[in-house]
């Protein structure tokens, strides 16, 4: 959920066999085949697809770097449109894209948090403060059952905005996360992804500039580094789905699809499936519905890309283990 900086990738020591073994030992459920496995964003150029979500009747939202747009479509088509997102058309960059229990599709880029209804109707806007180092650029949210929080690429800030029914609060800075790692240079946290745990007691923050993510506690704001075992873990997208962390790399490691199992707390964990040889053009995020993940294909590495800007949809291997 983020602009890629330049940086040598450092490999992972994976044999592609292992890889080649692990693919073909998962397939993909039944319903999965009637899908499309490649969606089409836009054939507009400049476009620049980041943010994805995918709602429970299957409706995808996917952002748009390049321009701002919001586009809408379905899992069962492979054609994105332009969604009517009233009341953005200042916002030239759109990052995060979530959807709640509402309906409501909540998006967030530049200085500002949107929500809108599934019309496309602006419902509310809120903008977000300077930080310690200037102008936020906000990157990615997750919604719990009280509040909407928020990740700031520029500043080492997480931003919530509280929730009461319908309403939405003003949009302010709640963590300084720069204790956590006291020393680090505050202009390289690069926040970027952000779940939540299903009781909304437990936040997960991916770093790009630390290579790591980061565990929250949201009552008293206690920040601790998430275990995963390894030299790099530098995600960019998240999806937390009960004790499973699904993750998008593209940065200090090969690019793809990481998968990790949680402990209890959400404290550690073991990455037990690398997905990096699928049909991936510098992914950013992804989405996850049924049995398949929906990964999008930014082509920020090379902007501004060539048309047309797509999501690839996979198998989620971790089906294979409750069938």
Do not use: K
Request: aromatic share 6%; with cysteine.
């Amino acid at each position: 959920m983020r602009r890629i900086p330049v940086r040598p990738v450092r490999t992972t020591c994976l044999t592609a066999a292992l890889l080649l073994t692990a693919l073909a030992a998962t397939p993909a459920p039944a319903a999965g085949r009637d899908l499309p496995d490649r969606y089409v964003v836009s054939r507009e150029p400049g476009v620049l697809p980041e943010g994805i979500a995918v709602s429970t009747d299957g409706t995808l939202y996917v952002s748009s770097d390049g321009l701002g747009t919001l586009y809408r479509g379905r899992i069962g088509s492979p054609d994105l449109a332009p969604f009517p997102a009233r009341g953005v058309e200042d916002r030239t960059s759109t990052l995060g894209v979530h959807t709640d229990r509402r309906g409501r599709v909540l998006s967030v880029g530049g200085a500002t948090l949107t929500v809108h209804d599934r019309h496309g109707r602006l419902l509310a806007r809120r903008t977000a403060e300077d930080g310690p180092l200037g102008a936020p650029h906000l990157n990615d949210l997750v919604v719990t059952g009280d509040a909407v929080y928020v990740t700031d690429w520029a500043n080492p800030v997480i931003h919530r905005a509280e929730l009461r029914g319908s309403t939405v609060g003003p949009l302010e800075p709640w963590l300084d996360i720069r204790s956590a790692f006291p020393g680090f240079p505050a202009r390289y946290w690069l926040l970027n992804g952000i779940v939540a745990d299903e009781t909304g007691s437990t936040l997960l923050v991916a770093s790009n500039g630390t290579e790591a993510v980061w565990r929250i506690g949201t009552a008293d704001r206690d920040v601790s580094r998430l275990d995963l075992g390894e030299q790099s873990f530098g995600a960019d997208g998240m999806v937390l789905s009960g004790r499973t962390l699904y993750a998008v790399l593209n940065y200090g490691a090969p690019h793809g699809v990481y998968i990790a199992r949680l402990d209890r707390e959400l404290r550690t964990g073991t990455v037990t499936h690398r997905l990096t040889d699928g049909p991936f053009d510098l992914p950013t995020t992804l989405a996850r519905h049924g049995c398949r993940l929906y990964v999008v294909n930014s082509q920020l590495d090379e902007p501004p890309g060539r048309p047309p800007y797509t999501v690839s949809a996979i198998p989620d291997p971790t089906c294979a283990d409750t069938q």
